[in-house]
């Protein structure tokens, strides 16, 4: 069920970012046996429930690709991230989305401050590196303060008479937001192959690892056969 | 709940087409509460159930066309039909498909008779109107022969030892299927839109009103604001 | 360009299945260099021209699934193909189609017939495999006689005022039919790898080898690059 | 033709946001005779040229939302504008994206200031009304100002060592960034429904009618059927 306010967590979430930014289930449609029963419609037979014979039917979907069956799983997330993590979730364009809109409103405003910075890395495939020379502390602070600068210009502005949905454009991508995705198994399973690898960036990999810990009780046998 | 057969109706299900054919409802997510919380989320807010503000509210975003909260709610029907209804269903690409495959199996065939054969129209935007001088019963004989005479090529290209996949030629549209049909509330109200009316072919337009039917009790603000 | 007619083959095309089906390039949009270039975005870079880099940067998009800057190569097809063939194609949800419809015109039926007919595998997943025991020449007349027959009950239901979009179902699936259909690069090679492959029904398998021949002179490092 | 840069705009382009922004046609493949020909797929037909016939053709289809026949025109664009509509810009699902990434390059760093700011309206169906009250003068400049305070912080960051993709959450979404973006004319002309109006932030609404007058000169049956 979905918390009173979008802000918060709903029941069934994983924390990530430091506690800063969080996923949510809230709802999901389907079964593992769902799966093996739409993959069973071309054979015009399905069944009750899971035995071995299905478990293996299942890993032979995957590993040959065979999609389709696991598009009748549905997921609605809710999530809570930094803007620029969102940019890069939406990208992703088999998921329906409906977020928080700051031409709408200009209450709850939070902001992202790295738990620990990284280093960059000489090369663009590897983006960034584990720190060894940078100050945390002080690039933290930096990070910090220039969130709350934002916030003082955009109060400024709103107080001077401007509209939200322009004032809205002195905020810094840091500024955390709030929605709402579904989509199908199939395209999920998509969605975490490129984001949970070294090449996505830290941050939406902590979603992506979230998510993994969301659903895997529902689809252990998934799971197993994906390496998760 | 799906039934032991692919070619059976599971439990919650309409007949169509003088009962050769139905379509069920094998799963849902979601409510009108869904939608009007998925809408809020641009506002920041959500609620546990629904008053007359959210009515009015889900009646405004049908009229102004505000899609994507209703793509949160998501429904797997299973659609027993003629291949020719088949091929217009499956022109909606938004929807997930998984079908009997004739490549796989030769059990179960059963064929199409109209229950009332109409007369051609002069005009193509209407392509049938009723009958007024057809022959009902000698009409429905000859289908009804010919499906039969499909058996028997068919069985007998089976027998000389011809493939499934190349036999299957020779049967006719007339021939029933199955398939499962994942789809959300946003692209069903498109589909419903298109196939229940009077340019629709008259044997699909009976599946959409099957569907409406099966839905409306859970979705009586939305059904009212559609005129269903 | 289009032919005049939709059932004659556009100027540049394919014929296959024994030359009783084609497929045409009508369009495209788009070359290697939009590809790298598309790339080269996210660096903030572009090129006019291609260099042995950019046959690496090309392959190395290929290789590592980086997708999206295929998607600006575009193509329309028209196809010539039998109905059960055309029912492959359009579960491809990520082309666009239009068809001809047997709701609105009656006119040149042709029905396929094997140039050879194959025997049925023992496993599904080897739906056929090469003929040892099947008298080609009594399955491929079986075939055809029921094919004409089809048309006799077709035009004979006609004659008594029945409809065109309910006579057509007496119709076999060896019917064949055109239809236009455009896709994206990226998508394409999708529908290649899956439908010239071994798994893939004969009769798809060879519009999609045609398909490969007609694009291959203008996306030659593609072509290598994917073993074409 | 592509620019040698990215950030430049390509031959054909229309500036938009004051001269701030633009965008440009890169490619487009099909014209008004394309949607015509595709129509008359279905009853078989096609043809070279367009007559009066073809015309009344054309806004038939649009009147009927007739939508298949313009999905074979395509067009790419290259778009110029602040993150903030970009974000609007990529919640439509059926456009292709590649975008410059601020994981990978810090060049070029251009940020927008409104030419005019707006005043809050208090309803949020019309976010913002003319300004009457605002000191325009004050307001650009504190945007401008922060605007630059933030790349003083992400400089720091990154002398300090910062990977790209972490210092870039400072910059504010007034940033502006380049993708290139590809659509079909069905999707396109959604898109301009839904961006040219009352309802869509003014800054976005720029983009849209500039994308009509690119088009306009080889769609002038559908910009008049449309009402552009």
Redesign the interface.
């Known amino acids: ?7 918060l967590p709903p029941a069934q979430h994983v924390k990530v970012l430091d506690g800063q930014g969080w996923v949510g289930l809230l ?4 079964s593992e046996v ?1 799966i093996v ?12 429930a899971m035995d071995d014979q299905d478990v293996k039917l299942l890993k032979y979907l995957l590993e040959h690709r065979h999609t ?2 696991f ?2 799983v ?1 997921f ?1 997330f809710s999530v809570h991230c ?3 993590v ?2 890069q979730w ?2 992703h ?2 998921w ?6 700051r ?3 200009e ?2 405003l939070e902001f ?1 401050v ?1 738990p620990q ?5 000489a090369s ?1 495939r590897q ?3 584990e ?1 060894l ?3 945390q502390a ?2 933290r602070q ?2 910090d303060a ?2 709350r ?2 916030v003082g ?1 955009y109060t ?3 107080e ?7 004032a ?8 955390l937001t ?3 995705a ?1 989509v ?1 198994l199939h395209n999920l399973i998509s969605f975490l192959a490129l984001r949970d690898s070294a090449d996505a ?1 830290w ?1 939406i990999r902590q979603y992506a690892v979230a998510i993994k810990a969301l659903i895997l009780p529902q689809f252990p046998s998934v799971a197993q056969a994906l390496g998760w």
């Open positions: 069920m979905a918390a009173d306010h979008v802000n709802e999901s449609m389907g769902t029963n739409a993959a069973r419609v071309s054979l015009g037979r399905c069944r009750e389709s069956p598009e009748h549905v609605t930094p803007l620029f969102r940019s939406q990208r364009r088999t329906s989305y409906n977020e928080i809109s031409r709408y409103t209450v709850d992202y790295p910075v990284r280093e960059q890395a663009n983006a960034s590196i720190p020379h940078v100050d002080a690039a930096l990070i220039h969130n600068a934002g210009v400024r502005l709103l001077m008479g401007v509209c939200r949905e322009q809205r454009g002195v905020l810094p991508q840091n500024l709030t929605f709402w579904t199908d960036q941050e």
